[in-house]
């Protein structure tokens, strides 16, 4: 399974960005599809999640800033961020858990997108 993440940069604070995530590869389904973030130094964190069913949850620093969205059909998993903030700058990390057709559980990650968010 392999993981595409796309539509980080540079962006004022204030601004918005888009992030995308497009898994392929032998995928059976989908459980969840999330976004971490790092900075040097610190742990990777949650930033939001998506389940199969719908059901996501935020990290309390980006909830009503941020949406996760998917499109099951497209494997794909969006995260909208709006309202950025200086303290949004990361790179970014998809996952995505899952069964591959081998019947077999994965998790994947992405290869991270930085997020900069500066003046």
């Known amino acids: 399974v392999q993981l595409q993440a796309s539509g980080g940069g540079l962006v004022q604070p204030g601004g918005s960005l888009r992030l995308s995530c497009a898994a392929s590869g032998s995928i059976l389904s989908i459980s969840a599809m999330g976004w971490y973030r790092q900075v040097p130094g610190k742990q990777r964190e949650l930033v939001a999640r998506i389940m199969s069913g719908g059901l996501t949850n935020y990290a309390d620093s980006v909830k009503g800033r941020f949406t996760i969205s998917s499109d099951n059909d497209k494997k794909t998993a969006y995260l909208q961020m709006n309202n950025l903030k200086p303290e949004d700058t990361a790179v970014y990390y998809c996952?995505?858990?899952?069964?591959?057709?081998?019947?077999?559980?994965?998790?994947?990650w992405g290869q991270g997108t930085q997020v900069t968010v500066s003046s």
């Open positions: 996952n995505v858990d899952g069964y591959n057709t081998a019947y077999k559980a994965f998790g994947s």
